[in-house]
């Protein structure tokens, strides 16, 4: 997608070009969303959306969209004998935009941060309004009621859709778009290997974290008893997280979750990721008696107060949860509120729009 885009510019400044991308994935497919393939005035085809399989359907209408100037949604399910679709059984939308010399000023720009290795992202109505392209950072004035969105969708490092879904009057100011990250996403390090890390690995890959499991125990840590994890790791936290921060990994997105319930293991963890120049939230799994002995255990390591006072535990929110994936919720409801300093009371008991300007 960054070396597509530079392409684009590569073209002749008069030509319109037809920028056509992924824009929603559900199931299985070639390609992951943002996967984006051009077609130019002229014919030429850069780039490729699926590996074939519903390139020409995408081709002819890219020609239609440089014909006319509308943009085009389409989606593409699994295919049968009488339509175009995918042959590993999941399904696709595909946005169709086109591309002209006003354009090219947005398109210089976000190739200039791209070179620069700056976290930017490409938002896109899908619905034809003057204002209907943007990048972020960078905008001063409110866009269409979808700024937090997109803000998040940047901090999080992840792509996605925002705005309203279908067509009721909150269409009109929170139209529908797609916004498209270029950074790596934000990480989620989990401590502990056990059924409560398990539940958090998949619900936080939903939420667009990149999350590894680290544990010294070898036995229990292993890919097949976390599928959804990024990344499994066998060592002690404590010197895996060091290890990443010295290579420059972590960074003020990073999100520490202690679940070991073991001192061994978790207060050397909490101690090392509190003395963190940036992180975002640092949490442990836990009975109040058991945060007492840590507080206790972390002051005699030699941490401050201060330091000690931004564990956040008993980890998660008061949602009755028992399940390991009930307390997944909770604790992933508590970093999201934190990270965009939210209350994490009840809508209804709330003045004022429920999305934030």
Request: contains cysteine; charged residues 25%; aromatic residues 4%.
């Amino acid at each position: 997608m960054r070396e597509l885009f530079g392409a684009i510019l590569a073209l002749p400044a008069e030509q319109p070009v037809a920028l056509a991308r992924i824009i929603d994935r559900t199931g299985p497919g070639p390609r992951d969303t943002g996967a984006a393939m051009a077609v130019a005035a002229d014919g030429q085809v850069i780039g490729s959306l699926s590996g074939g399989c519903v390139e020409a359907a995408v081709v002819t209408t890219a020609r239609q969209v440089l014909r006319d100037g509308h943009a085009s949604t389409e989606r593409f399910a699994a295919a049968d004998e009488f339509a175009v679709g995918l042959p590993c059984g999941g399904e696709i939308e595909v946005f169709v935009e086109r591309l002209d010399a006003t354009d090219r000023p947005l398109i210089r720009a976000l190739v200039t941060a791209l070179a620069a290795h700056e976290p930017i992202a490409y938002a896109t109505t899908l619905e034809a309004t003057p204002d209907r392209r943007l990048l972020y950072p960078g905008r001063v004035e409110p866009w269409r009621d979808l700024d937090r969105d997109a803000a998040a969708l940047l901090a999080a490092g992840h792509s996605g859709l925002v705005g309203a879904q279908d067509c009721t009057p909150a269409a009109a100011t929170r139209p529908r778009a797609f916004v498209q990250v270029f950074r790596s996403p934000a990480r989620l390090i989990l401590a502990g290997a056990n059924d409560y890390t398990r539940a958090l690995t998949v619900a936080a890959t939903q939420l667009g974290y990149h999350v590894t499991v680290v544990d010294a125990r070898e036995t229990f840590t292993t890919p097949a008893r976390f599928p959804a994890a990024d990344a499994v790791v066998v060592d002690w936290p404590h010197r895996y997280l060091d290890a990443e921060r010295r290579a420059g990994r972590v960074d003020e997105r990073t999100v520490v979750c202690v679940l070991t319930h073991d001192a061994k293991f978790d207060v050397p963890m909490l101690a090392c990721a509190l003395r963190l120049p940036a992180v975002a939230f640092v949490g442990a799994l836990g009975s109040r008696r058991a945060h007492a002995d840590r507080t206790a255990r972390l002051r005699e390591a030699g941490l401050t107060a201060a330091e000690i006072a931004r564990v956040r535990s008993p980890l998660g929110l008061d949602l009755a949860a028992h399940t390991p994936e009930e307390t997944a919720i909770s604790v992933l409801a508590q970093i999201l509120a934190e990270r965009g300093g939210a209350s994490a009371r009840p809508l209804a008991d709330l003045d004022g729009p429920i999305h934030r300007p």
